[in-house]
């Protein structure tokens, strides 16, 4: 219905569009397309997860549930996890912020190599879920216009990583 509603859009402006006009409305169109279906797919992979999630239950509940250990890159899981969240806190408008060093724009490739090369020994997969079911809750409780920030940091021993809610009162 979207993609319809979106063609009849085009259709209603083509007469008036130049050549060079209906190229770069094409354009954005198709990079918005890209991006809905990068949303979607990220969605779909979330919804794979919580009925993994689900099943995992029982397993904890029989004691049959297992940990597998690894070296975690913990930076890269969560911003995985940011990405799956960003479509569902625009839907609500809510502000979904991730900062600290290893994003920040300033930040020079060798800091990003640094940081991004820091990992920690755990269950991704479960370090994932908890991070998905604490960033699911924030943004549930989140009223619209408020503000969701991740941070990740480290000091010398420890990998620190907060979630803040932040409402705003109108």
Known sequence: KLFEQELAKIKRKLPKMTAETFRLDIQTYIDDWLELANDMSGNNDSAVEVLSDLLNFDKIETGRL???FSIVSI??????????????AREKSIDLKLTGKLW???STPEERMEFSGRGLVGDATRIAQVLRNLLSNALKFTPESGTVTVQ???GHIYIYIYIYLHTTNS
């Open 66 to 68: 297992s940990l597998e």
């Open 75 to 88: 930076f890269a899981v969560v911003g995985d996890v940011y990405k799956t969240f960003v479509a569902q």
């Open 104 to 106: 920040e724009a300033g």
């Open 152 to 154: 990740g940091n480290w």
